[in-house]
């Protein structure tokens, strides 16, 4: 049984890990503006998703391949920064077609989750950092290792879901002043795309 004191101080430190800048808050606020608050919420659990994932491959001990492997590594962390290319030449060609009174059905839900989980699974840095830092909470002393580290990976999507959401509501009041102006769509798909290559170069050029 992991004591509830502990549960306290690491969820305190997730929400303080989810509110600082980074790629994934940034991908649910600049997806939130262009596509509407439940589509930044659908982003959101697509990026919790992958966090399941990180979760379980931590348990398992998987993470530790891509802190040991450079090999492991590159080839992850390119797969990633090629898909952000992707969604930057996405956003430049979209212009303001992409945003109207129903841009979040216009873009699938479907897509929009996959969207999150892809940006997720496809960062190496995610594995290594949950692959440092839950095991940190977890005492042997109190029973299985791995199942603790699940406990943990499920309270940090938890933090995560609450912080990112958050954004995604509040990125999203954006949409109605975007519907009324088709030049703000452009303006912003194009900041969508600076974003998306700035995120894609920061990860390209990321060491383990």
């Given at each position: 049984?992991?004591?509830?004191?502990?549960?306290?101080?690491?969820?305190?430190a997730?929400?303080?890990?989810?509110?600082?800048?980074?790629?994934?808050?940034?991908?649910?606020l600049?997806?939130?503006?262009?596509?509407?608050?439940f589509?930044?919420?659908?982003?959101?659990?697509?990026?919790?998703?992958?966090?399941?994932?990180?979760?379980?491959?931590?348990?398992?001990?998987?993470?530790?391949?891509?802190?040991?492997?450079?090999?492991?590594?590159?080839?992850?962390?390119?797969?990633?920064?090629?898909?952000?290319?992707?969604?930057?030449?996405?956003?430049?060609?979209?212009?303001?077609?992409?945003?109207?009174?129903?841009?979040?059905?216009?873009?699938?839900?479907?897509?929009?989750?996959?969207?999150?989980?892809?940006?997720?699974?496809?960062?190496?840095?995610?594995?290594?950092?949950?692959?440092?830092?839950?095991?940190?909470?977890?005492?042997?002393?109190?029973?299985?290792?791995?199942?603790?580290?699940?406990?943990?990976?499920?309270?940090?999507?938890?933090?995560?879901?609450?912080?990112?959401?958050?954004?995604?509501?509040?990125?999203?009041?954006?949409?109605?002043?975007?519907?009324?102006?088709?030049?703000?769509?452009?303006?912003?798909?194009?900041?969508?795309?600076?974003?998306?290559?700035?995120?894609?170069?920061?990860l390209?050029?990321?060491?383990?």
């Amino acid at each position: 049984m992991i004591p509830v004191d502990v549960l306290g101080v690491f969820f305190v430190a997730a929400i303080a890990l989810g509110l600082a800048p980074g790629p994934d808050n940034i991908f649910v606020l600049t997806q939130s503006a262009l596509y509407g608050r439940f589509a930044g919420l659908v982003v959101t659990l697509g990026l919790c998703t992958g966090l399941i994932f990180h979760s379980a491959a931590v348990a398992l001990g998987v993470a530790a391949i891509f802190q040991t492997s450079a090999l492991a590594f590159t080839l992850l962390k390119f797969a990633g920064a090629a898909y952000l290319v992707y969604l930057a030449v996405q956003a430049f060609r979209a212009g303001s077609s992409k945003i109207n009174g129903n841009s979040a059905l216009e873009m699938s839900l479907p897509a929009l989750y996959l969207r999150g989980i892809i940006m997720n699974v496809t960062n190496p840095k995610v594995a290594i950092f949950f692959l440092a830092f839950l095991p940190q909470f977890a005492d042997p002393a109190r029973g299985s290792v791995p199942f603790q580290i699940l406990i943990f990976g499920g309270l940090f999507i938890v933090a995560t879901i609450l912080v990112f959401g958050a954004v995604a509501l509040g990125a999203g009041s954006l949409g109605g002043y975007l519907k009324r102006s088709p030049s703000a769509q452009v303006w912003l798909n194009r900041l969508a795309g600076v974003v998306f290559v700035g995120l894609a170069v920061r990860l390209a050029i990321s060491e383990r």
